[in-house]
């Protein structure tokens, strides 16, 4: 069965980019071979990382 899909906005500023997941995000994720991350970049530097399949972006 597959995961809920959420809903993430984007505050202003924030920029978001998508990549392969790490080993480690991988495991914590349980992300199938080939599902990629979105990360999102606050202004301010800090970085949130979601899973691609199961997140959508929006913006306010």
């Known amino acids: 069965m597959p995961e809920p ?3 993430v906005a ?3 500023g924030e920029k978001a980019s998508a990549r392969r997941p790490t080993d480690a995000e991988r ?3 349980r ?3 080939g599902v990629p ?3 999102i970049t606050a ?3 800090s970085v949130t ?3 691609a399949d199961r997140v959508q972006l929006t913006r306010p």
């Open 5 to 7: 899909t959420e809903l």
């Open 10 to 12: 984007l505050a202003p």
């Open 27 to 29: 495991r914590t994720y």
């Open 31 to 33: 992300l199938g071979e």
């Open 37 to 39: 991350v979105f990360v």
């Open 43 to 45: 202004p301010d530097g």
């Open 49 to 51: 990382v979601h899973p």
